[in-house]
């Protein structure tokens, strides 16, 4: 089975440009998640999609993020402008069931952005 | 808010020495509990999950948790660690109706 793809594996940009992320979750997971990990510091979670609704976004920073999941499969997060405190891995995750209870997540390995 | 707290940042433990990494959480509704690691340069991994039954969890390369519910607490244990459980570890909560929660994550270097 194939796992959570994720593209580019790393990124480089300066302050104030738009960078944006793809994941493609695992085949007939409906949910997907987008972490964002700070080095040193466990995964936050930023959106969390059922199918191609938004579940929770309650932490993510609206006026610079965003994301969506277009016919509820591959997912692109986009930061515009980026900050130097958004250095940091990005995650994507999906898990196959319609309820949030009694699953498990699988992981991407993640985008490192550097922002300088 | 309900949160996951780790209590240990950074372990060193020779070869052959015992394990043990704290997690507690602070909902007291329903929870499903995990522990995950990240090797270095690499992805996320589930070492183990408790779901309900038996709060004692078994998880893959020797590890395993316990659940005790009135410290709301999610321990992983390991009898002997090896060089290769040199890692970052991960404890996660799920609360009713929401996403993984994750602590701060305990580095642990083990050494020969």
């Known amino acids: 089975e194939a796992g959570v793809a994720q593209s580019p594996r790393y990124k480089i940009i300066e302050k104030r440009q738009s960078v944006a992320f793809w994941c493609n979750p695992i085949?007939?997971?409906?949910?997907l998640y987008w972490y964002q990990q700070i080095l040193g510091q466990g995964p936050k979670l930023l959106i969390q999609f059922q199918n191609n609704g938004v579940v929770d976004d309650s932490q993510l920073p609206k006026d610079r993020f965003s994301a969506e999941r277009l016919k509820g499969v591959d997912s692109t997060l986009k930061i515009q402008p980026a900050k130097l405190e958004d250095s940091a891995v990005y995650l994507c995750?999906?898990?196959?069931?319609?309820?949030?209870?009694?699953?498990?997540?699988?992981f991407g390995q993640g985008t490192r952005l550097t922002v300088v | 808010a309900q949160s996951v707290s780790q209590h240990n940042h950074h372990v060193i433990l020779s070869e052959a020495a015992s394990l043990e990494l704290g997690c507690n959480y602070s909902y007291g509704g329903t929870v499903n509990l995990f522990w995950y690691v990240q090797y270095p340069g690499q992805h996320l991994q589930l070492l183990l999950k408790?779901?309900?039954?038996?709060?004692l969890v078994k998880g893959i390369k020797g590890f395993e948790a316990e659940f005790i519910k009135s410290k709301f607490s999610f321990n992983l244990r390991k009898p002997s660690v090896q060089w290769s459980d040199t890692a970052e570890y991960f404890c996660?909560?799920?609360?009713?109706?929401?996403?993984?929660?994750f602590g701060k994550g305990t580095s642990l270097l083990v050494t020969p």
């Open positions: 996660a909560v799920i609360y009713s109706g929401y996403a993984l929660n």
């Open positions: 995750a999906s898990s196959p069931a319609r309820a949030f209870l009694n699953t498990e997540a699988f």
């Open positions: 085949s007939g997971h409906a949910t």
């Open positions: 408790y779901f309900s039954g038996d709060p």
